[in-house]
């Protein structure tokens, strides 16, 4: 069996289109399948922080916000995203982290709801993902508490029988963080619209790893982090993506110096920018911004559908090969089997998936546990390979073996 695997791993990797990828990123003999907390080091990066530390920043100084594009960063990197999530030029605007675009975002969508439709006319509830990763929850009990609204926890599922005339607005995320399931984002957007409400989807575990169909499917409101299958490096900023018919009416709770019509005439009074630079705040961070453009040049020429058949393989392969080497019962996967519904990321619940993980980290792969009791393993298409999938099934066996 393991000899069956493993020369099937090898065909695999013989005709993986993506493979010249791996060798543009800093990597070593570790197995890493965490790829969905933290991208790996795109190997362009340190050489291009080096030249905006030291040239841009250590000789033009003050003049890089002109002369080495600094000021327009936020744009111009966002439209660099923008293929990846399936929206035109001109629609998102990157920075901040992605809990403060959550809430300009919602909040912004409770504003559109309130004028669209005549005063006191009662859309006065948010629904929220149930299931969300933690500060989605939090940004939008607080944005709902701060706009008088009531915040309704539920389930993807049951968000169509949620809906009714009395929603607002609704926050999701595209693929679960800890099962890695893959929501309906065409289906939900439109039953979202129906019920005459608006749509903020959270795209930090698809984003780089699926085809997301921002503007095909008609979504109100996006954001996502950059550090995960984008790669852009601890912290690096998050974007935000408004559908351009809706710019006009985004009328952000943040609004700040950057994000005035005409920043630099310092006035008292508050006009916003049109189009995306309407969803910047203040002075963007740099360092970590112009880390992330660097990071982005590893997707020249890389189609985000080959990314996803590539993740679909892996993930496959993943679970064939856990099954054929774990011992029977000691994992069970919470990812679901079907295309349709599954992220890029396998989670399995596992007794005592804590000390689990460690091992797994001590033999050379590394995953992440979350709480209570999930083994999360993140596939980075662009350089996990299938010998990488095997390894890490074949060691995770054998940790359990040795624990039985
Ligand atoms: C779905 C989701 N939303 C938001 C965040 C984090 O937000 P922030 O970038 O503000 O830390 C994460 C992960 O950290 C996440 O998985
Ligand atoms: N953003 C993170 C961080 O600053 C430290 C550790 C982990 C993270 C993460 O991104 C966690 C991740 N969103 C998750 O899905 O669990």
């Known amino acids: 069996m393991k000899a069956e695997l493993a020369m099937k791993a090898e065909k695999l990797d013989a005709d993986d289109e993506l493979a010249g990828k791996r060798a543009e990123f800093v990597l070593d003999e570790v197995v890493y399948l965490d790829g969905n907390s933290l991208g ?4 362009n990066v340190p050489g ?13 100084r003050i003049r890089s916000w002109d002369e080495s594009g600094w000021w327009t960063a936020p744009e111009r990197i966002g439209d660099r995203i923008a293929p990846l999530v399936g929206a035109a030029a001109g629609q998102v605007v990157v920075g901040d982290s992605t809990s403060v675009n959550v809430f300009k975002a919602v909040v912004a969508a409770i504003r559109m709801a309130e004028s669209a439709e005549p005063a006191g006319s009662g859309r006065d509830e948010i629904l929220v993902d149930a299931t969300t990763f933690p500060t989605d929850g939090y940004i939008a009990e607080s944005a709902a508490r701060m706009t008088g609204r009531t915040l309704r926890p539920v389930t993807p599922a049951e968000v169509p029988a949620a ?5 607002a607005a609704v926050l999701l995320n595209h693929v679960d963080y800890r099962t890695g399931r893959l929501h309906d984002l065409p289906s939900l957007t439109a039953a979202v619209h129906a019920a005459g ?4 989807w959270d795209l930090c575990h698809s984003a780089g790893a699926l085809p997301v169909g921002l503007d095909e499917h008609g979504v109100d409101l996006a954001v996502g982090c950059t550090y995960k299958y984008l790669n852009g490096g601890p912290g690096s900023p998050a974007y935000l993506y408004v559908r351009r018919d809706l710019q006009d009416r985004f ?11 005409d920043p630099f005439g310092m006035r008292g009074d508050f006009t916003p920018a049109d189009g995306a630079p309407r969803g910047r705040v203040g002075t963007p961070d740099i360092l970590s911004m112009l880390a992330l453009e660097a990071a982005l040049e590893v997707w020249d020429g890389v189609s985000i559908e080959a990314v996803r058949a590539k993740s679909l393989a892996l993930t496959d392969f993943f679970l064939e090969c856990v099954a054929a080497y774990v011992p029977e019962g000691r994992v069970e996967s919470v990812t679901p089997v079907a295309h349709g519904e599954r992220g890029s990321q396998v989670a399995l619940r596992c007794e005592g998936a804590g000390d689990v993980m460690k091992a797994l980290v001590e033999h ?8 209570p009791d999930v083994l999360r393993f993140g596939f980075t298409p662009l350089y996990v390979g299938f010998a990488d999938v095997e390894r890490a099934a074949r060691v995770l066996g054998q940790v359990l073996a040795r624990s039985a």
Do not use: C, I, K, M
């Open 48 to 60: 291009r922080v080096e030249d905006v530390v030291l040239r841009q920043w250590g000789r033009l």
């Open 40 to 43: 790996a080091l795109p190997a």
């Open 251 to 261: 009328d952000s709770p943040l609004p700040g110096w950057n994000s005035h019509a």
């Open 197 to 200: 409400a608006y749509a903020v």
């Open 163 to 167: 809906l009714s005339e009395r929603t």
């Open 364 to 371: 050379g792969v590394v995953g992440d546990f979350r709480r």
